[in-house]
């Protein structure tokens, strides 16, 4: 059987998180002015702030945030973890940075004949605007942001739903994610054959890894052309 759909994730996958973290952190250091220690300067808060991140991403803001915080990021009195958490809600819909292969993967992709879909954890503003600012929505044949769906990834529904609008079985469809939770063994559990994309340190030593497994979605075109080749 081979396969004739493509599903991706959105961050640490087509869209380059860390690219997008070092451009908007001058803007982070401007908000947090009256916060900052003097001995960071930008680029030294831009390393800790994508340090940081690549460590403790699947385990949530929060944890990343007290990460900052025990690396002495910011002076005492330290500030509520609310207002770091609105800050970056504010600064992803100012700026988003796509890996320099994106588009040339889903143009690609497209010129084979797969059919494309995205599924997204997030707020249906930020991930939207993302998307707005990446240009990218156009190669996708449907869109599912979880914010705006009623349910994250990893509950099934998302798959579920994209394989019925896609009208492609779930067994013909592949997913690209970075996430082991949400991306690899939700997709997997959803019928689908992950693809891990290993963009970030963190990992999650409970979930199987992936079999099929790539540095980038540079990688993807190949990758797949061996797949249809061998099945």
């Not at 005492?76 to 958490?85: A, F, I, V």
């Not at 320099?100 to 997204?120: A, D, R, Y």
């Not at 156009?138 to 869109?143: A, P, S």
Request: charged residues 25%; glycine residues 6%.
């Amino acid at each position: 059987m081979k396969f004739d759909g493509v599903v991706f994730d959105l961050d640490h996958t087509l869209f380059d998180r860390y690219a997008t973290i070092r451009a908007l952190t001058p803007m982070f250091c401007q908000i947090f002015a009256d916060k900052i220690s003097k001995d960071f300067n930008t680029e030294a808060v831009a390393d800790l702030l994508i340090e940081s991140d690549s460590k403790y991403i699947y385990h949530g803001w929060n944890r990343i945030f007290d990460e900052l915080c025990e690396k002495g990021l910011f002076n005492l009195p330290l500030p509520p973890y609310e207002r770091y958490r609105d800050c970056l809600l504010l600064l992803f819909q100012c700026h988003a940075v796509a890996f320099p292969f994106t588009h040339t993967v889903l143009s690609n992709l497209k010129s084979k004949g797969f059919k494309l879909g995205l599924i997204t954890n997030g707020k249906g503003y930020i991930q939207r605007r993302k998307l707005e600012l990446l240009g990218i929505e156009g190669y996708f044949d449907h869109i599912i942001v979880c914010g705006e769906f009623g349910v994250q990834k990893p509950d099934r529904a998302p798959f579920d739903h994209m394989a019925n609008v896609l009208d492609i079985p779930a067994e013909k469809l592949l997913f690209v994610g970075d996430n082991p939770v949400c991306d690899v063994d939700a997709s997997r559990n959803a019928g689908y054959t992950p693809i891990e994309i290993l963009t970030a340190q963190c990992k999650i030593p409970d979930i199987e890894p992936a079999q099929l497994q790539l540095k980038t979605v540079e990688e993807l075109p190949a990758l797949i052309d061996r797949l249809q080749c061998s099945l």
